[in-house]
């Protein structure tokens, strides 16, 4: 289907540079410090640069932690439970206040917006639960995706069926009907109908085989091969590190780990204390 490509229409960039083992270049990056590197004139596509914040009133639960991607690239955030993974992908999303940090898409500070606001501006999120209406169909949910689009949708449906052919078999079926894997599907594809320009998701392969995973994995980089560039969280640490041009290992809320896929899956350290040796 990349002849006619769904998401590299006009408001997507057309960054094919996942091919390029090298990623999109050398964007600022937190250093192994896990200290944050100021961001300069070319700051990365999407970035919670120097994090810190928590829930309401509660204790901090990031601390200078900084995530990022760029165009054409797949980033990964791995690390132990409560390492405030999904608090980090929260924070860029703007369903938590930063304390001090900021977020800047395309160049552009939104720590202010709202969630709403952030997705007007081209943000895809796909949270770790309660990703679905699971008493709609699924065409509903891909519609409820959409709800900021006032032009034709179906141009964009089309697509995400071209990318989950089984979810148009059961698009008049409940969501909530679905195995595991096709629920996910259905969450990435409701994100999609947006057509944003960058592309959360918070574990996209919880509770599903091994099987079902590396096809998601799959289409996950089917869509980054479209342009968007992908920032996701993953359990499956090293099957993710893998796809990554960028891996982040988060712990108590802060950065432990950056660096390429690769690099990371080469480090004693992270290898022995993440990785199952
Ligand atoms: N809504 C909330 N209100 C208060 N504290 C929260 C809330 N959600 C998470 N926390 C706390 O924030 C910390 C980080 O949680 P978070 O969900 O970000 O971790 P995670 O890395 O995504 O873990 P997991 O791998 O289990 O998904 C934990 O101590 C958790 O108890
Ligand atoms: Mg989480």
């Known amino acids: 289907m990349s002849g006619d490509n769904p998401y590299a229409d006009g408001r997507g960039n057309k960054d094919r540079s996942i091919a390029n083992p090298h990623g999109a270049g050398d964007a600022p990056y937190p250093g192994k410090s896990g200290k944050a590197v100021p961001v300069g004139g070319d ?8 994090m810190t914040g928590g829930y309401g009133k509660g204790p901090d639960i990031l601390h200078e932690c900084t995530i990022a991607v760029n165009p ?3 980033a990964v955030i791995v690390g132990p439970n409560g390492a405030g993974k999904s608090t980090a992908m929260k924070a860029v999303f703007g369903m938590l206040n930063v304390r001090s940090g900021r977020v800047l898409l395309d160049g552009e500070d939104i720590t202010a917006l709202s969630p ?6 081209g943000m895809g999120f796909v949270p770790q639960v309660r990703n679905i209406f699971p008493s709609m169909t699924v065409e509903e949910n891909l519609e409820m995706g959409a709800f900021i689009r006032k032009d034709d ?10 990318l989950f052919p089984i979810l148009k078999d059961k698009r008049g079926q409940a969501a909530g009907e679905l195995s595991g894997g096709q629920r996910q ?3 990435v594809g409701r994100a999609l109908m947006t057509k944003p320009k960058v592309l959360m998701l918070d574990e996209p392969t919880a509770g599903v085989s091994p099987i079902v995973m ?3 994995f799959d289409r ?15 359990q499956n640490a090293k099957q993710a590190l ?3 041009d960028r891996g982040y290992v988060l712990v108590q809320g802060r950065n432990g780990h950056t660096g390429t896929g690769k690099e990371l899956l080469a480090d004693p350290e992270v290898r022995q204390s993440f990785l199952g040796g």
Do not use: N
């Open 43 to 50: 700051a990365p596509f999407l970035i919670g640069e120097a």
């Open 153 to 162: 949708i179906r141009q964009t449906m089309e697509q995400v069926y071209e």
């Open 116 to 121: 709403q606001d952030r997705v007007i501006k």
């Open 242 to 244: 893998e796809i990554a």
């Open 185 to 187: 599907q259905v969450a």
């Open 220 to 234: 996950i980089i089917e869509v980054s091969r479209t342009g968007i560039p992908i920032l996701m969280v993953e």
């Open 214 to 216: 590396d096809e998601l």
């Open 72 to 74: 054409g690239e797949i």
